[in-house]
């Protein structure tokens, strides 16, 4: 039982251990999206708006103050003579009351000031959207140019391969006198080259995947293999998270305009006040006495001298300026696709003459190897036609990853 249990965690540890191995762009921008700091703050601010939203719906209950002084007055209200029944005042007095003070009517500006707030907590939030969404470019530059190096590096230790091989094969052709002695000396060179490259990529490899890295939060080492992209979808249909801003943009200014609409309404509270003091509400009557007033209040400011017309142009005129961003925004959103439609269809031709010219080569190259057997060319013309060919094959790779890159990137310039 014991054993069968090892060998599965072992298995479990190999599925889990090849699952790390290789890494989608797709994964490479949820990572980013979801471990990126800034991501955090989404919630941050629907729970700010949440407790900002609960302290204005508070405003529509009753206001409750306890009040309470005590006062010593140089002077009171005297009579020129004294009157049957009737103290004269003290000039200390006494007085401590309740006061409730509710909320009737405000023409709604509560309610108004409310959905402004939700509003600006969509568009904070789309903000957000917008700058995570802006890592997307970042991460197509490192994920394609690590894809390339892997191919250029995957090229190399063919070629590496194949003179490793042909190596063999001169040392064959000296031991029989048929090929040079500087022929094997030749190939050595060519390979210590390559190894000079493979140094280059593995050192430019490792910068890229560390930032990589960092964009993601994720450790992605020298081991990890990246898969290129293989479905393309194109249309014309721009969906940005900017386009969803600036029209979120438009939508709290809207609701601005009904908050400065409801400046002007009238404002109706009712209140109550009870207390007990010296002297009471009577004058009169100089000792304490328990006393109320209840009552309504209106206030209304039927004249403002044009201030909430004035208020609500400048916010009209804000209108405009987020529509104009949003215009110039889309104009350059379709020069970029247009861009990166043409440099999809020229990769698309140079795929195509790739092909044609690597099935010349290798032709010539094949002629060129027998002509090596039989020391008809030395191995320095031999390498020459090798070269080219793998100079062929590298271009046909280098266009390969370019075109993923240029379909990922309209695909991101577009929204998707």
Same mark, same amino acid.
């Given at each position: 039982?014991?054993?069968?249990?090892?060998?599965?965690?072992? /298995?479990?540890?190999?599925?889990?251990?090849?699952?790390?191995?290789?890494?989608?762009?797709?994964?490479?921008?949820?990572?980013?999206? %979801?471990?990126?700091?800034?991501?955090?703050?989404?919630?941050?601010?629907?729970?700010?708006?949440?407790?900002?939203?609960?302290?204005?719906?508070?405003?529509?209950?009753? %206001?409750?103050?306890?009040?309470?002084?005590?006062?010593?007055?140089?002077? $009171?209200?005297?009579?020129?003579?004294?009157?049957?029944?009737?103290?004269?005042?003290?000039?200390?007095?006494?007085?401590?009351?309740?006061?409730?003070?509710?909320?009737?009517?405000?023409?709604?500006?509560?309610?108004?000031?409310?959905?402004?707030?939700?509003?600006?907590?969509?568009?904070?939030?789309?903000?957000?959207?917008?700058?995570?969404?802006?890592?997307?470019?970042?991460?197509?530059?490192?994920?394609?140019?690590?894809?390339?190096?892997?191919?250029?590096?995957?090229?190399?230790?063919?070629?590496?391969?194949?003179?490793?091989?042909?190596?063999?094969?001169?040392?064959?052709?000296?031991?029989?006198?048929?090929?040079?002695?500087?022929?094997?000396?030749?190939?050595?060179?060519?390979?210590?080259?390559?190894?000079?490259?493979?140094?280059?990529?593995?050192?430019?490899?490792?910068?890229?995947?560390?930032?990589?890295?960092?964009?993601?939060?994720?450790?992605?080492?020298?081991?990890?293999?990246?898969?290129?992209?293989?479905?393309?979808?194109?249309?014309?249909?721009?969906?940005?998270?900017?386009?969803?801003?600036?029209?979120?943009?438009?939508?709290?200014?809207?609701?601005?305009?009904?908050?400065?609409?409801?400046?002007?309404?009238?404002?109706?509270?009712?209140?109550?006040?009870?207390?007990?003091?010296?002297?009471?509400?009577?004058?009169?009557?100089?000792?304490?006495?328990?006393?109320?007033?209840?009552?309504?209040?209106?206030?209304?400011?039927?004249?403002?001298?044009?201030?909430?017309?004035?208020?609500?142009?400048? $916010?009209?005129?804000?209108?405009?300026?987020?529509?104009?961003?949003?215009?110039?925004?889309?104009?350059?959103?379709?020069?970029?696709?247009?861009?990166?439609?043409?440099?999809?269809?020229?990769?698309?031709?140079?795929?195509?003459?790739?092909?044609?010219?690597?099935?010349?080569?290798? %032709?010539?190259?094949?002629?060129?190897?027998?002509?090596?057997?039989?020391?008809?060319?030395?191995?320095?013309?031999? /390498? $020459?036609?090798?070269?080219?060919?793998?100079?062929?094959?590298?271009?046909?790779?280098?266009?390969?990853?370019?075109?993923?890159?240029?379909?990922?990137?309209?695909?991101?310039?577009?929204?998707?």
């Amino acid at each position: 039982m014991k054993t069968k249990l090892l060998l599965l965690l072992v /298995l479990i540890s190999s599925i889990s251990t090849n699952a790390q191995q290789t890494l989608t762009l797709e994964d490479c921008y949820t990572l980013a999206s %979801k471990n990126y700091p800034i991501s955090k703050q989404s919630e941050l601010i629907q729970q700010k708006s949440n407790y900002e939203i609960e302290t204005l719906n508070k405003g529509k209950l009753p %206001k409750i103050d306890i009040n309470a002084q005590a006062t010593y007055q140089s002077d $009171v209200i005297g009579f020129p003579s004294t009157l049957p029944g009737v103290q004269p005042l003290n000039k200390d007095q006494y007085r401590t009351t309740l006061d409730v003070n509710q909320l009737l009517y405000n023409g709604g500006t509560i309610d108004a000031t409310a959905k402004l707030k939700e509003a600006q907590t969509k568009t904070q939030q789309k903000q957000i959207d917008v700058s995570l969404y802006q890592l997307k470019s970042r991460i197509n530059h490192y994920f394609f140019s690590i894809l390339l190096l892997q191919e250029k590096k995957a090229l190399l230790i063919s070629k590496k391969d194949l003179l490793t091989s042909k190596i063999k094969e001169v040392q064959s052709g000296v031991k029989f006198g048929a090929i040079l002695p500087s022929s094997e000396q030749v190939l050595e060179a060519e390979i210590i080259k390559i190894n000079q490259q493979l140094v280059e990529i593995n050192f430019e490899n490792i910068k890229l995947l560390n930032n990589l890295s960092e964009l993601t939060f994720t450790k992605i080492d020298a081991e990890t293999t990246l898969i290129q992209p293989l479905t393309f979808s194109k249309n014309t249909m721009v969906t940005r998270p900017e386009i969803a801003f600036y029209d979120l943009q438009n939508e709290q200014l809207e609701f601005s305009k009904s908050v400065i609409s409801t400046s002007n309404f009238p404002k109706i509270n009712a209140f109550g006040q009870a207390g007990y003091g010296n002297p009471g509400l009577n004058m009169l009557d100089n000792s304490f006495q328990p006393f109320y007033v209840v009552g309504l209040k209106a206030n209304w400011n039927v004249f403002d001298w044009g201030k909430t017309k004035t208020d609500k142009k400048v $916010v009209d005129i804000s209108k405009d300026m987020v529509t104009s961003e949003k215009e110039t925004f889309e104009l350059n959103i379709k020069m970029q696709l247009e861009e990166q439609d043409f440099e999809i269809k020229k990769l698309e031709q140079l795929l195509l003459s790739d092909a044609e010219i690597i099935q010349i080569l290798e %032709k010539v190259i094949k002629s060129s190897d027998a002509q090596l057997k039989n020391g008809v060319i030395t191995s320095s013309e031999y /390498l $020459v036609e090798l070269t080219h060919l793998f100079e062929a094959k590298n271009s046909l790779k280098a266009h390969e990853v370019q075109l993923a890159a240029a379909k990922s990137n309209y695909e991101t310039i577009q929204g998707k």
